[in-house]
């Protein structure tokens, strides 16, 4: 099959957590990643989102490894970084247990570091 698609995706299992409504209605899901690229990413959600909904994502757990491996110095002291991102719902297919989600990316991401709070 022909791949139509401009950018090339990833995938990346790492941990998501997702804001489904605006404060103060705020609910969270917590999923993974099944694939992201520059523009977007697709993940499992338990609850259903209308298409068009604005989601605030969360990408959690990142180990520094995985940024040096990429050529970025590593720290021992660092702890690992967190990535946020707006998205927009272009996509909710609904399977067995969960929808299957696809979203555009619509703000630039912010990274963060993990604070010893955020470790499990």
């Not at 941990?15 to 694939?35: A, F, G, M, Y």
């Not at 338990?46 to 605030?56: Q, R």
Request: proline letters at 5%; a positive charge; one cysteine or more.
């Amino acid at each position: 099959m022909f791949e139509r698609r401009k950018t090339k995706r990833f995938v990346l299992p790492l941990p998501l957590s997702v804001d489904i409504r605006p404060k103060p209605l705020k609910q969270t899901e917590l999923t993974h990643l099944n694939d992201i690229s520059v523009g977007g990413a697709c993940f499992d959600l338990k609850n259903k989102v209308a298409v068009g909904s604005m989601l605030n994502l969360q990408i959690t757990d990142i180990d520094l490894a995985f940024f040096s491996h990429l050529g970025f110095p590593d720290k021992e002291s660092d702890k690992g970084i967190n990535i946020g991102i707006q998205g927009k719902v272009l996509r909710w297919n609904q399977s067995s247990d969960a929808g299957d989600v696809a979203v555009i990316f619509t703000s630039p991401m912010r990274i963060t570091k993990r604070a010893d709070s955020d470790l499990h």
